[in-house]
């Protein structure tokens, strides 16, 4: 989280207010993205605040109750060893907003920064960076986050790295074409005359002017991101017990489901709601940022 | 259109070998040789069985011999299970997996192709909400959660249909080619209606609209060709996509394909087998990308035209 509010605070400094106040006035109309950002500003005070407000401690268990279907004392229900659904899916929000923030943080950084050398460069650097691209955008990936994960073991910091790097691709293309388009512009040429450095122009005044597109595919990235965590951790490759991810509980869920349906059904919901915010939530700052941009 | 095809079949070349290379050193890296799992075994054992694997010849020599065999169509015994190679498995597999994404497919194409040229016949009314919204779903519910889902509402509620398994019993594959098509229908859904729209908006059109023809005619005709372009791009990747799907659907219902292969092979280190499949799984999603290329040219009349310009 701390990493897009930082995005926002150095766009604003370098760009003046104007184009933002405007694409939050475009937003602003859009109702299904507001609803997106409400949701998902919700979770993330959830997700900061759980350990204080979760209403069960994570590994209370209660054998007793055993599964028990939603009451007033668990509003989702307990697992098999009477553990409160609720709050296990608030903790597994912290894993899972975390995987998404934090990979799509490292595939941000990475994409960026190739992304840029490659425009900025062009010619012959461009030709080989974006044909390594190319020939890694053609590798299976999925299969090779499998790999990855079954042959180093399942290691949390690992899964971070494999998503970010498999997340990095599209973001370097986008940034790459931006940059390409903006380096012909005469504010270029005034800075390449000024004598600034290379490193300058890219920092001060190439960068900060793809942020629009960065945003939008970050909003975009994040949840394709968590996708893939749930995906992992839902074949038991992902994040491991006793941490607790969405993947995880689902997949739990998967495990008893015909007896115990509310032990799938909240995990999924809370996925679901939560990838269905994230779309919206793009699409709209699709549409605010980059109007001509055209929806697919 | 000769030249384009072998270009494109040129540049699958380095594709193929880093993926190859990368897997054989990766698989080989890894802690906890395949036999180390099992009791404890005579060290003489040991030693024929890595003759036999070629396990005891250097690095380089174990890679280039296994190019080798590529090479001739070999991908070697299985470390797993003994005396049977694993170009049987992979072929034991394939037909599996390839009719259950044939029918992903189907379901996809065809959900996904209605949903979005309703919507953009009907730009911003009710018929372009609601299928759109319902793609949004079909997008944010991942097929590991889809599936449990339909299983719980069909098969354990409902019982209309079963719940696992592939061709035992009628209609047990209507869930699973559902669970892995959805995803998909909807991307296609967004696409076809981008698609739909731009050219629903063009000079061709209006001229075929002009000529009086019936406005189905227009459409289905003169709209498709042009509105399913990016549809057809799509369906590579979106094949690639069907496959590694494929894992987590052929674990739901207990499918003997191969994405389920792949997943005990990784969990078994079964080495030979992860190398294998996954080279496969490459040359396959290469070859699908190829093909929805040249597709693509085929069907759009502006690229095949600047082909021939020699670009």
Known sequence: ?296 | MGRFILSRLLQAIPVLLVVITATFFLVRAAPGGPFSAEKIVPPEVVKALEARYKLDQPMWQQYFSYLNDLAHGEFGPSFRYPGRSVNELILGGLPTTAELAFYAMLVAIFIGACAGVMAALKPNTPQDYIPMSAAMLGICMPSFLMGPLLVLIFGVWLEWLPVSGWGDLPGDKILPAITLGTGYAAYIARLSRGGMLEVMSQDYIRTARAKGLPEWVVVLKHGLRGGLIPVVAFLGPAFAGLLSGSFVVETIFQIPGLGRFYVQAAFNRDYTMILGTTVFFAALIVLFNLLSDIIAVWINPKLRHQLREGR
């Open chain 1, 1 to 296: 989280m701390t990493e897009s509010i930082a995005i926002t605070d150095l766009a604003d400094a370098e760009q003046g207010t104007s184009l933002w106040k405007d694409a939050w006035v475009r937003l602003r109309k859009n109702q299904l993205a507001l609803f997106g950002l409400g949701v998902m500003l919700f979770l993330c005070v959830i997700a900061l605040l759980t350990p204080w407000i979760a209403p069960y401690g994570y590994e209370t268990q209660n054998l007793q109750l055993g599964a028990a279907p939603p009451s007033w004392e668990h509003w989702l229900g307990t697992d098999i060893f009477g553990r409160d659904m609720l709050t296990r899916i608030m903790y597994g929000s912290r894993v899972s907003l975390a995987v998404g923030f934090i990979a799509t943080g490292v595939a941000l950084l990475i994409g960026v920064l190739y992304g840029t050398v490659a425009g900025y460069a062009g010619g012959r650097v461009d030709a080989v960076m974006m044909r390594l691209v190319d020939i890694l955008y053609a590798l299976p990936f999925m299969i090779f986050i499998v790999l990855l994960m079954v042959v180093f073991g399942r290691n949390i910091l690992l899964l971070f790295l494999a998503i970010g790097a498999v997340e990095w691709l599209t973001m370097a293309r986008i940034v790459r074409g931006q940059v390409q388009s903006l380096r012909r512009q005469e504010f270029i040429e005034a800075a390449i005359s000024l004598g600034l450095s290379r490193w300058t122009i890219i920092r001060r005044h190439l960068i900060p002017n793809t942020l629009g597109p960065v945003i939008v595919y970050t909003t975009l990235t994040i949840p394709s991101v968590m996708l893939l965590e749930a995906f992992l951790s839902f074949l038991g490759l992902g994040i491991q017990p006793p941490q607790s991810s969405w993947g995880l509980l689902i997949s739990y869920g998967v495990e008893t489901m015909e007896e115990y349906p509310w032990l799938l059904i909240f995990p999924g919901l809370t996925l679901s709601i939560t990838l269905f915010a994230l779309n919206f939530l793009g699409d709209g700052l699709r549409d605010a940022l980059d109007p001509r941009a055209s929806k697919d």
